[in-house]
C-alpha cells in the first residue's frame, strides 16, 4: 500500500517529544495525587504500573492499526486525542481524586483507581506513537532493525530527557498543574505540526475543552487565594498547600501547611506566638527527662514552630534543625515568621544523612518532627540502624522524643507499636504519650515517644504545671504482642499505615 511519509526530522522530532512527555507525565502525577490520597509507595506504585501497562497497550494498538492503514493523518490525530485525555485530567482532576480519597477503600485501590482514570488513556495513546511512527519511516525491509531501533532509541533518549526535565526544572520552577497545561498544549502543538488541522466538531470540543480546563483551573486557584490565602507551592520534595482556616479546637485563625490530605504538618496562630499544636508541646520535656540540657538537634523544620518556641524559652539554649527541603525553610520565613537567630543553625539534608555524618556524643536531646504524615514517612528514619545513630549522637544521659501517627490497637497499631519495638532494642527506658488522651486506643491519633539513654529510672513526677500536664498522659501499660522490629532491608510503614488510611468498621 503505497501512503506519503512525512519528513524524518518530523516523526523523529514526534518520538522524542512523546517520550519526554510519557515522564513528564508520570512523574506529575504524584505531585497532582499527592493532595488527596498521599505520595507513598504505593501511589507510585500504581502510577508506574499503570503507565506501564496503558503504554503496552497503546505499542500493541499502534502497531496493529499500521499495518492496517499507515496514515500521517491517523498518528496526528492519535497525539491531538492525547492532549483530549489530558485536557480532561486539567479539568476534572480535582473532582476525580476527592471522589476518589472519599471512597471506602485501602489506599492500595484509590491509588490504583486514579492511575487508571486520570493517567491510563493519554498513555495509551502516547505508546500509540513509536511503532505506528516505525511502519511510516520504514523504506524497504533491509533497513527494519535500523529504523526501529533509532525510533526507539529516540523515544527512550526522550523519555531520559523528560525526567530529568520534570524534576530538575518543571516542577520546581513550573509548577505541577501548569506543567500538565504544558503538556497538553505541547500534544495539540505536535498534532498541528504532523496534519493540518481540520475543524470537526471532535477537533473543537477538545480545543474548548483544554481552554476551558486551564480557565476553570486557573479561577479556582485565584478564588481560593482570596477566600483562605492559599498558596500551592511544588518544592524539590512536595507539593506544598498553606492556607488560613480556623482551628477546629480553639476557633481561632491559625495559618497552616499541608503535603497530604488528612493531617496539617504544621500551624500558627495568626494573632500570637504560642503553639497551636498540641503535640509540639511535649518536645518541652527536654527540661524534666534532662533538665541541664544545653544542645539540641530537630530533623524535621516544617513550619519552625517548635523551633521559634524553644528559642523564645531557652534563649541561651542552642538548637540544630535539619530540614530535607530548603524551600520549606524559605516557606517558613515568609509565611510562619521565621527570623534569624545566632542559637538556630540549619541543616537542608537528609535526616539520615546527617546522623550518620553527626559526631559523636555531641547532643542532649534529639527531636523527631519527620512522621507527622503517614503518607509519607521517611522509613530511613524509623529503622533499627537509624535508632542507633541516634543514641550515637547523644551524650550518655541523653534523651530522644519524637511524635508518630498511629493507633495502640487494632490494625492501624502496626507502626506505632513497631517503632515502640525497634527503640526498646537501642534505649534503657521508652515512654509512650498520648497526645489526646480521651481518644480510644484504636483511632488514628499523635503519639509522642520519648527514649531515655540512662538505666536509672525516671521520675514521672513534677512540680511543673506544664510539664505535669504533658506526663500524665502517660500510657503505663503496653501490650505491644509480637511486633516486627524495622531495620533498613524491612520497613514496610507504607504497608503498616496503610491501614490507617481505611474507614474504621
Not at 500504581?46 to 494498538?61: F, K, Q, R
Not at 496493529?64 to 479539568?91: E, Q, Y
Not at 489526646?436 to 536509672?456: M, R, T, W
Request: proline content about 4%; aromatic content about 12%; charged content about 20%.
Amino acid at each position: 500500500m503505497k501512503f506519503a511519509k512525512p519528513s524524518n526530522f518530523v516523526l523523529e522530532l514526534t518520538v522524542f517529544v512523546c517520550g519526554a512527555l510519557v515522564m513528564v507525565y508520570e512523574i506529575i502525577g504524584s505531585r497532582l495525587l499527592s493532595p488527596f490520597i498521599g505520595t507513598s509507595t504505593y501511589v507510585w506504585t500504581s502510577l508506574i504500573g499503570v503507565i506501564l501497562a496503558a503504554l503496552s497497550l497503546g505499542y500493541w494498538l499502534g502497531g496493529k492499526t499500521a499495518d492496517r492503514k499507515p496514515d500521517i493523518k491517523v498518528l496526528a490525530a492519535v497525539i491531538f486525542g492525547a492532549g483530549g485525555f489530558v485536557s480532561v485530567t486539567i479539568l476534572f482532576k480535582d473532582l476525580i481524586l476527592a471522589l476518589i480519597a472519599s471512597a471506602p477503600f485501602g489506599l492500595e485501590i484509590k491509588s490504583l483507581f486514579a492511575a487508571l482514570l486520570l493517567f491510563a488513556p493519554a498513555s495509551v495513546l502516547l505508546g500509540f506513537v513509536t511503532p505506528y511512527a516505525v511502519k511510516l519511516k520504514l523504506s524497504k525491509f533491509e533497513d527494519a532493525g535500523k529504523t526501529v531501533g533509532r525510533l526507539y532509541a529516540l523515544s527512550t533518549i526522550g523519555s531520559i530527557f523528560g525526567t530529568f526535565a520534570a524534576g530538575f526544572l518543571l516542577i520546581p520552577f513550573v509548577g505541577s498543574v501548569r506543567t500538565l497545561y504544558l503538556i497538553g498544549a505541547v500534544l495539540i502543538g505536535l498534532s498541528l505540526l504532523l496534519a493540518p488541522f481540520a475543524l470537526t466538531r471532535t477537533n473543537l470540543s477538545i480545543l474548548i475543552l483544554f481552554f476551558f480546563g486551564i480557565t476553570a483551573t486557573e479561577l479556582q486557584n485565584y478564588y481560593l487565594f482570596k477566600a483562605i490565602a492559599l498558596h500551592d507551592i511544588d518544592t524539590e520534595y512536595n507539593r506544598v498547600r498553606i492556607f488560613d482556616t480556623k482551628d477546629e479546637e480553639s476557633g481561632r485563625q491559625v495559618r497552616a501547611i499541608a503535603i497530604d490530605p488528612y493531617f496539617v504538618q504544621s500551624k500558627m496562630y495568626l494573632d500570637s506566638d504560642e503553639l497551636a499544636s498540641d503535640y509540639i508541646s511535649f518536645y518541652h520535656l527536654i527540661r524534666h527527662f534532662k533538665p541541664d540540657f544545653q544542645k539540641t538537634l530537630l530533623i524535621g523544620g516544617a513550619g519552625y514552630s517548635f523551633p521559634k518556641d524553644y528559642l523564645k524559652k531557652y534563649p541561651e539554649k542552642q538548637i540544630d534543625v535539619v530540614e530535607i527541603d530548603p524551600q520549606m525553610t524559605e516557606i517558613a520565613k515568609k509565611h510562619f515568621r521565621l527570623t534569624e537567630n545566632v542559637n538556630l543553625k540549619i541543616f537542608h539534608e537528609d535526616g539520615r544523612i546527617f546522623l550518620n555524618n553527626a559526631a559523636p556524643a555531641q547532643y542532649d536531646a534529639v527531636l523527631l518532627d519527620a512522621f507527622s504524615s503517614l503518607f509519607s514517612i521517611p522509613f530511613q528514619l524509623t529503622t533499627l540502624e537509624a535508632v542507633r545513630e541516634i543514641d550515637r549522637a547523644l551524650k550518655d544521659d541523653g534523651v530522644v522524643i519524637f511524635n508518630v501517627g498511629g493507633a495502640l490497637a487494632g490494625r492501624s497499631s502496626g507502626f506505632l507499636r513497631a517503632e515502640i519495638a525497634t527503640y526498646q532494642k537501642v534505649f534503657s527506658q521508652v515512654y509512650l504519650f498520648k497526645v489526646k488522651p480521651e481518644k480510644p486506643d484504636d483511632e488514628v491519633q499523635n503519639f509522642i515517644i520519648a527514649a531515655l539513654k540512662s538505666a536509672k529510672p525516671a521520675d514521672l513526677d513534677t512540680a511543673d504545671t506544664e510539664l505535669a500536664n504533658l506526663l500524665k498522659n502517660r500510657q503505663s501499660e503496653l501490650s505491644l504482642g509480637n511486633p516486627q522490629l524495622l531495620t533498613d532491608d524491612l520497613a514496610p510503614v507504607e504497608y503498616f499505615n496503610s491501614f490507617a488510611h481505611q474507614p474504621r468498621p
